[in-house]
């Protein structure tokens, strides 16, 4: 398949200097790209391959080892002295947020080990990515030990694998690359520290610069061919580049002074650690290698630190992205000539032509993206915080009621077993927890189970001619473990906001039990998602995300008013679950309905409920009907869906203590 050349993308001048530092100097530590859907982050990403210089590899070597100083660990090795070489374009190698540990690190074959007494390795994406780029979109949707394998592997550049005393090691240095989307989900602060620099990638507002972006990629998809031979020359312009930077590097030194003025930068900017100060210096070396320098200027340490401080300087969770750049200035010192000097992101002399137009302010900081683009889908509803009226005859009137006081939620589980990610929500069969019991390998044995092994082959001795110790071992009696922990999960809140809620001044304690369930959701690490009904129709809020930030500001700008239309809330809610099943199909949804049942507009709920029921989702009612005379809808409801019923008064944890507990570890995290 044709790649997008890199040297046609129009704009994103700070992701491609950012690719490009990495690509020159690869101890900088990765790059990790945020920025909303459609801005063409993959596709930048994707293009970088095609401007690195090609690694010479040992012929038959699956671990890509380097003719001249090859792994002296490497499963397919030892290689000879002087074993020939060969050239190969350097890859791209994609994790998908969903791959197995097996699949990542590679896969052991314990079984053979024991049996015929050989190490069998099947190496895995991070064998296949060494010596390349390892690119994984959505990383702050990447499975906690997946990063925690990652997170090792980058920082030792060796990828160890061990099953039951049988081990293998081998190198993995890459590039690290990932995307993201924050409004799915932060990133943990460990793995955010660990990408060495950060871009925010936000679509071109300047009219000519997106016309240009879309002109160009019209004439892409017309004729991939054509379009890519216009860009040749480019595109091996950038590659030399790389190569002559690459060797110039080597000579480049940084002085002192400016080591000092980049310990002063971080400063200013409240950096913990040490870290930010080496990712500067290097970048800076990278920046001026790029510019064809032989030394390090205060303009070098001016780039880099625009890409390397961003995620790491002290903030609040709702700041703007981005340095500010007189604060920059300032920490840089008088020395910085001309302060108010755009730095040049792209060096002068790689862009020859069909460089793409210079964009309007690519400075990070001027707080283009949004901080809080959060205003719910419709959002009109004046946020006066006055009791609403329900007048059910116009049933229109809306307001946005204050969310209530938050308390600390009992856990509502999916009943059964599942297979979900990791988290602390419902039972499930995990590959960590309890043992549980044993069975025999589902493929290869990765987690054997010593004692039923043993057990297993023990009948079968005599049989099979044991003489001497030691046990005579057949593949059919090996056993692994089968553990039990707990899994994360999907809530979905469906939650009446119709005007009967608002005319009993219910909709702040509601909201305050929601967001208490949400606070729950977040320390038992899962997805969220909300669809509200109202007037006459139903709304999804929020996609499912594990973004409960977002979660949490959907809700506290939810408007409230007009009919009840409890079936169309049902049947979004599973339209939702059906759509996110195809997405993540081992993650089990709990659907939570916020209601006290009534119904005042469309059809029976009690048919979109069993629909739901017989689709096998798991559900909770959470009743929020008061007062003296109780027509008890909800349990109805509940009945109908199978699920458990609970009043508002249910719901808490009676434990309150701890309450306050799980607040501030919430705040803690997201300040971190
Ligand atoms: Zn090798």
């Known amino acids: 398949m044709t790649q997008f050349p890199f040297s046609a993308i129009v704009a994103m001048d700070d992701m491609r200097l950012a690719l490009i530092l990495n690509a020159i100097s690869p101890a900088i530590g990765g790059v990790l790209v945020r920025g909303e859907k459609g801005t063409a982050k993959s596709t930048a990403v994707r293009a970088l391959t095609a401007v690195l210089p090609p690694v010479e590899v040992v012929a038959g070597c699956r671990f890509s080892c380097s003719p001249t100083t090859p792994d002296p660990q490497c499963p397919d090795g030892p290689h000879p002295a002087g074993a020939g070489g060969q050239p190969r374009p350097t890859r791209l190698v994609e994790l998908p947020v969903g791959a197995t540990e097996d699949r990542l690190t590679g896969s052991l074959d314990v079984g053979r080990a024991l049996t015929e007494g050989v190490t069998s390795f099947q190496p895995g994406l991070l064998a296949a990515a060494h010596r390349g780029v390892l690119y994984v979109d959505e990383v702050n949707l990447l499975h906690d030990h997946l990063v925690d394998l990652l997170l090792d592997a980058a920082a030792l550049g060796t990828s160890y694998v061990e099953r039951d005393g049988v081990s293998v090691q081998h190198a993995a240095r890459f590039l690290l690359v990932g995307t993201m989307n924050p409004e799915e989900g932060e990133l943990r602060p460990q793995l955010l520290d660990r990408f060495g620099l950060t871009v925010e990638a936000v679509a071109p507002r300047d009219p000519a610069t997106r016309a240009e972006v879309v002109r160009r990629r019209i004439a892409f998809d017309a004729d991939p061919a054509a379009f890519t031979a216009r860009f040749a020359d480019d595109e091996a312009h950038i590659a030399a580049s790389i190569v002559a930077a690459r060797a110039r590097l080597a000579s480049i030194v940084v002085d002192d002074s400016l080591l000092e003025v980049i310990a002063a930068v971080c400063a200013s900017f409240g950096v913990d650690g040490l870290r930010a100060d080496i990712v500067i210096a290097r970048a800076a070396a990278a920046h001026a290698a790029w510019r064809g320098a032989s030394a390090v200027t205060r303009e070098d340490v001016r780039a880099a630190a625009q890409l390397a401080l961003p995620h790491r300087r002290r903030r609040n969770p709702f700041d703007a992205p981005g340095l500010d750049e007189k604060q920059l200035d300032d920490a840089l010192g008088e020395a910085s000539e001309d302060p108010d000097d755009e730095p040049d992101p792209q060096p002068p002399d790689p862009g020859p032509d069909g460089t793409p137009p210079p964009t309007d302010g690519q400075a990070p900081a001027d707080g283009q993206a949004p901080a809080d683009g959060q205003a719910p889908a ?119 906001a119709s005007g009967s809620m608002a005319a009993r001044r219910r909709m702040e304690a509601v909201k305050g039990a929601v967001l208490s369930l949400l606070l729950d959701a977040y320390q038992r690490r899962d997805k969220v998602g909300l669809v509200c009904f109202r007037g006459a129709s139903a709304q999804l809020l929020l996609p499912p995300t594990s973004s409960v930030d977002a979660a949490a500001r959907r809700l506290d700008t939810m408007p409230t008013g007009g009919q009840t239309p409890l079936t169309a809330g049902l049947t979004e809610a599973h339209a939702t679950l059906r759509r996110e099943r195809l997405r993540d199909p081992q993650r089990r949804p709990l659907l939570v309905v916020v209601t006290d049942g009534r119904h005042t507009a469309g059809g029976d709920p009690r048919a979109a409920a069993l629909r739901l029921r017989h689709d096998g989702v798991a559900s909770v009612v959470v009743d929020c009907e008061s007062g003296p005379v109780r027509l008890r809808l909800a349990d109805a409801l509940a009945q109908a869906l199978g699920g458990e019923y609970l009043s508002l008064d249910d719901l808490g944890d009676l434990s309150v203590a701890a309450l306050a507990g799980s607040v501030r570890a919430y705040r803690r995290e997201m300040v971190a």
Do not use: I
């Open 378 to 496: 419709d959002g009109q509803a004046p946020a006066d915080g006055q009791a609403p009226a329900w007048d059910p005859a116009h049933g229109a009137r809306e307001s946005v009621a204050p969310t209530g006081a938050t308390f600390r939620a009992r856990r509502l589980e999916v009943p059964g077993k599942g297979k979900g990610a990791t988290g602390r929500r419902s039972r499930a069969y995990t590959d960590g927890g309890r043992t549980v019991g044993a069975r025999p390998p589902q493929s290869v044995l990765r987690d054997l189970h010593a004692t039923a092994t043993l057990m297993a082959s023990a009948p079968h001795q005599v049989r099979r001619g044991r003489t001497g110790p030691g046990l005579v071992l057949d593949r059919a009696d090996l056993r692994e473990r089968r553990r039990e922990g707990r899994e994360s999960n999907l809530v979905l809140f469906l939650v009446d």
